[in-house]
């Protein structure tokens, strides 16, 4: 909690509020039998790995100004779950995001409408 709000200070000194952001997620593997952009690979980026605490999922956002991370998510279950995590940091931290830029996987109607706004 402490390192939490500290990065809510710095960001609150530096002033950052309404930013151009990029995104991105990934997976981190548990063991050391299986990599995250191998079972991907071989999965054709069709899905994102699943099993039993394989991975542990994350997704960070970053200000392009600043180049400052000003949310984050991290989540056992999926890299879809982190990217929400995230987008809730980012409401609580009263950051506004005038643009993001974010790979393809984010191009799916369900991941635009949240970015009506921007």
């Not at 899905?47 to 600043?66: I, N």
């Not at 995230?86 to 991941?111: C, G, Q, T």
Request: charged share 30%.
């Amino acid at each position: 909690m402490a390192i939490f709000n500290s990065h809510v200070l710095i960001l609150q000194k530096k002033g950052v509020r309404k930013i151009n952001a990029c995104g991105d997620g990934t997976g981190y593997s548990l063991t050391i039998k299986k990599h995250y952009a191998t079972v991907t690979m071989k999965k054709k980026d069709k899905a994102k790995p699943k099993g039993k605490k394989t991975f542990v999922y994350s997704f960070k956002m970053l200000d392009l100004e600043s180049k400052m991370y000003v949310a984050y998510g991290m989540s056992l279950k999926s890299e879809k779950q982190a990217f929400d995590r995230a987008m809730k940091m980012l409401e609580y931290i009263d950051v506004e995001m005038k643009s993001v830029r974010l790979d393809r996987y984010y191009s799916f109607p369900s991941y635009v409408d949240k970015f009506e706004r921007c």
